[in-house]
């Protein structure tokens, strides 16, 4: 069963820096692109990054471009996100997914002061 | 590319036939999905490819179209198809249409 996890939460201040990340099983990890998408609290989904099986490419939403960083270790079936000078407007719920079919339940993201 | 997705707010009874609507600003080549996303929890992926049906979705969900138009239909309502849906579209960049919230009339 493909099961998607994520962590790294948490209530931060602007301008702050965190790292998510998605733990992954019951699939070959390594075979797959993995994304980013969020959810603003009350709000529709945004696509925010995709990264090839390899890491040989990489893709963000304009919102997020030069602010985080997506990458991945297959050797720990992990996928992350590192975000940096965070804002107001980046509070969310962040999900990983594999393939458009599969979630994670997401991990919460608070930007306030 | 840019999704347009209409009504946002849909209000119908159980069992009618429902017919939700996702416009791109360019073509999309059918590289259009629909997601259904319930209160709390995570979308679920109902149909990829403009038409074909994610394993284990009720046949009562359908997907047409081609280009710029897309359309997710329920054939017959159920109370648990009550929900918020999205498309989504990954010919060109991948983005997420702002949603229509189907509600109970």
Not at chain 1, 39 to 52: F, T, V
Not at chain 2, 14 to 29: E, P, W
Not at chain 2, 38 to 54: D, H, M, R, V
Request: with cysteine; aromatic share 12%; glycine share 10%.
């Amino acid at each position: 069963e493909v099961q998607l996890v994520e962590s790294g939460g948490g209530l931060v201040k602007p301008g702050s820096s965190l790292k998510l990340s998605c733990v992954a099983s019951g699939f070959t990890f390594s075979s797959y692109g993995m994304h980013w998408i969020r959810q603003a609290p009350k709000k529709g989904l945004e696509w925010i990054a995709l990264i090839y099986y390899d890491s040989s490419n990489k893709y963000y939403a304009d919102s997020v471009k030069g602010r985080f960083t997506i990458s991945r270790d297959n050797s720990k079936n992990t996928l992350y996100l590192e975000m940096n000078s965070l804002r107001s407007e980046d509070t969310a719920m962040y999900y990983c997914a594999m393939r458009g079919a599969y979630w994670g339940q997401g991990t919460l993201v608070t930007v306030s002061s | 590319i840019q999704l347009t997705q209409s009504p946002s707010l849909l209000s119908a009874s159980v069992g009618d036939r429902v017919t939700l609507s996702c416009k791109g600003s360019q073509n999309i080549n059918n590289y259009l999905a629909w997601y259904q996303q319930k209160l709390g929890e995570a979308p679920k992926l109902l149909i990829y490819k403009t038409n074909s049906l994610q394993t284990g979705i009720p046949s009562r969900f359908s997907g047409s179209g081609s280009g710029t138009d897309y359309t997710l239909t329920i054939s017959s309502l159920h109370s648990e198809d009550l929900a918020t849906y999205y498309c989504y579209q990954y010919n060109n960049g991948w983005t997420f249409g702002g949603g229509t919230k189907l509600e109970l009339k």
